[in-house]
């Protein structure tokens, strides 16, 4: 299979492969937080020094302890206080959060969406999966914000690709029977959830987002009843998302729904589900767009 | 004229901890700026953004009601043609009943509560409901061929029974399907534009 670029022609996983590497990793911090959330002995002091390294981890996440998805009684005024409220799994998710949006070049290529656009989108897919999880046993709720969040992270590679065929990527889309995916796939034989699936791994991304990331357009076709479980909530939030208006910029609605795998999601509760969040997406992607990098 | 009146709706719904939250993307105080003694160059328009579950009503000639990105949800423009008054809401579900009503201080989110409560405004700024002139766009759909998810088809069918019910013609529509739509509407002409993928129209 080969892709023709501009100015040379490789084979495509070479050129996928030089992409992914060309990105700009996660941030230390988040990735040092993803090993010390591994580690069941860390404690909330081991959390406090790592983050007290990082200035602008630290400042922003005083920020987000204030907002109104985290805030209670008192203001937040230090750094162990806002560490405490936000617990480990809030930190970590105020980190990746932050980290996602420094990899974010300012419009992406190919879906030409703005960065704040695609952190609003993330978000609202990590809330409202996180709110799913509550319902529904079976996934860690924490776990599954985070596979929310980063459930996209592909599209910084394929985007570089579609900017090469944007006319007939506008072409299909103008016909508005095809998603987003499906065209990603007829126009480069590929999509963002197998690139997104090579880029979670070089970035050691835990095991319930990369299954997010992989399955979350084919949560049917996840191999293990754990990652298939992630991957719908995921996709479902994805839809709802989408209905919400949070889409990905282009071809807001061009998305497609299943609700083959189980567990499924009733009219009802999508209602709900969107009424709930609608605050928190829109405060902690504030916070998030608002963060001093 | 009236003075400007510029209701910041999610600030009235939201409880008393939201009211200092930020972030909501909704204006919250818009004033007209001051008539001086002698006639002024045309003031410029400006845009008032209509977030999700929220109403605005407003009644200066060059303010552009707006909402965005709406998804399955439904933006409605109303409009007084004698007064040049109107208001504009950004509804994202159907009924406030579901799940049961309690818990729900959000009436600008549901369109059975919605409808009545922006005409509501609008009269209290010297309108007349027989006056009244509504257009709405959005209630779009994902690709899907069962009906599941169906938001925006319901937000459609409960739009139009609350205006029904208050004797209010809905002239003007584009909804339903794959397209997600953003709404304006120009205070001054009443004209209400819709757009969808970088096409205009005017509804």
């Known amino acids: 299979m080969m892709l023709a670029c501009s100015s040379n022609v490789m084979a495509l996983p070479e050129m996928t492969a030089l992409k992914i590497r060309g990105l700009r990793p996660l941030s230390t911090s988040a990735v040092r937080l993803m090993d010390l959330l591994r580690n069941e002995r860390a ?58 949006r420094g990899v974010l070049p300012p419009i992406l290529p190919g879906y030409q969406v703005s960065s704040e656009a695609f952190m609003q989108h993330s978000v609202a897919v990590a809330v409202l999966a996180e709110h799913l999880a509550r319902e529904t046993p079976g996934a860690d709720p924490d776990e599954v914000f985070t596979a929310g969040l980063l459930h996209d992270v592909g599209k910084l590679v394929v985007g570089q690709f579609l900017a ?89 609605l061009l998305h497609r729904h299943t609700a083959a795998t189980p567990p499924a999601i009733s009219e009802e509760q999508a209602e709900l589900l969107m009424g709930r969040s609608l605050d928190a997406i829109v405060e902690f992607a504030g916070a998030i767009n608002a963060a001093r990098l | ?144 061929e069962s009906k599941q998810l169906a938001i925006g088809s319901r937000n459609v069918t409960a739009v139009r029974a609350a205006f029904a019910t208050l004797q209010i013609a809905v002239s003007g529509e584009d909804v339903g399907g794959t397209k997600s739509r953003s709404l304006k509407m120009h205070l001054g002409t009443g004209r209400v534009v819709v757009s969808s993928a970088g096409e205009e129209t005017n509804l």
């Open chain 1, 43 to 100: 404690t909330i002091a081991d959390l406090l020094l790592l983050v007290a390294d990082d200035v602008a981890l630290s400042t922003n996440l005083l920020h987000i302890a204030n907002t109104a998805y985290y805030r209670g009684s008192d203001p937040v005024t230090s750094l162990h206080r806002a560490c405490v409220r936000l617990g480990r799994q809030g930190v970590y998710k105020a980190a990746v959060g932050m980290s996602l």
């Open chain 1, 164 to 252: 090469e065929k944007q006319e007939e990527m506008s072409g299909r889309m103008a016909t508005g029977t095809e998603s987003i995916q499906e065209i990603e796939v007829a126009v480069l034989a590929l999509d963002h959830c197998e690139i997104g699936d090579e880029i979670a791994a070089r970035w050691r991304l835990p095991d319930a987002t990369r299954a997010a990331v992989r399955w979350h357009h084919a949560p049917e076709n996840a191999p293990s009843p754990r990652e298939r479980h992630v991957a719908t909530l995921v996709h479902h939030a994805d839809a709802v998302a989408h209905l919400m208006g949070y889409g990905t910029g282009i071809g807001e």
């Open chain 2, 1 to 144: 004229m009236a003075p400007v009146l510029l209701m910041p709706l999610a600030t009235l719904c939201r409880d008393s901890k939201r009211l200092t939250a930020k972030g909501g993307g909704s204006v919250d105080t818009v004033t007209k700026p001051a008539e001086a003694g002698t006639p002024a160059a045309p003031r410029p328009e400006y845009s008032i953004t209509v977030s999700m579950a929220d109403l605005q009503v407003c009644n200066d000639d060059v303010a552009v009601l707006a909402a965005y990105a709406l998804g399955s949800c439904i933006g409605v423009a109303v409009w007084d043609p004698t007064n040049h008054v109107g208001g504009m809401m950004h509804v994202m579900l159907p009924s406030s009943q579901t799940g049961g009503s309690s818990g729900w201080a959000r009436p600008a989110m549901f369109a059975d509560t919605a409808v009545p409560l922006l005409v509501g405004r609008l009269v209290q700024l010297g309108c007349t409901p027989e006056n009244l002139v509504a257009k709405i766009a959005g209630g779009g759909q994902l690709l899907a």
